[in-house]
DNA sequence: ATGGTCGCGCAGCGA
């Protein structure tokens, strides 16, 4: 079963090259980001005519999420799944595809440390970890993709002294990513690809993707049973290349789901 | 080259 995640940066622009990208690459399961629609204008039948279900939860211009899947779509939660008020923004879908139960995620952005995002942005991290404690058991698959904003450790971004003063990089953003991998999560892609100089996002500015400046952003935590069955990791840069392309690459796993 | 690029939507913000 291939899960694959990817923060298309406007799902109307990018419609062509995830039509593209989903014939080559033939995911199971595709978590999107950034899709920038209102529910009312999804593409679900165009997807539905590759043979993927879809769901799809936005409020249009910002934001929004996506899970496509042609092995199941069940139990479809959009937001936080916590009986909470509900976030302000579009940035959470959950499904159960098959037998692992997804969530995409586009955490905030938090622009800059110490601005009300920053924080925003930590809540609604800690928000997931609670939800995860209160309601999730790490022992069962599961599979949260998306755009975290965060880099995970100096090694995912391009040069880390560049980043001095910057979020994506700070030790609380790095913390609560700790925080859900303490709970019962793990970062799969970097399971199989410990090397450096391996990124998902590039700034469109400066031609920073052809000078190989970039950040791996995007994520695929995974629980125990689901990381230890995963066969092969990829951060497709062919995407990221090319006509009107989004300014991240798809990141996939593929996972032995018969040993699940 | 002291700025570089997109997307949205029609100015300027967000990334």
Redesign the pocket.
Known sequence: MRIATW?V??????LPRVEEWLAYARPDVLCLQ?T??ADSAFPGLAFESLGYRSAHHGE????GVAILSRVGLDDVVAGFDDSREPDVDARMLWATCGPVRVCSVYV????EVGHD?YRYKLDWLARLRQHLEAAHDPARPLVIGG?F?IAPADADVWDIAAFEGSTHVTEPEREALRALEEWGLEDAFRRLHPEPGLYS?W?????MFHKRQGMRIDLLLATAPVVETVTFALVDRQARKGK????HAPVLIDVDTDRL
């Open positions: 923060n940066n406007s799902l109307k622009a990018r950034e920038k629609l249009g211009r910002w934001n905030p952005n938090g622009r995002h755009d904003n996002y700034d469109y500015r400066a031609g009107l392309p989004s300014d």
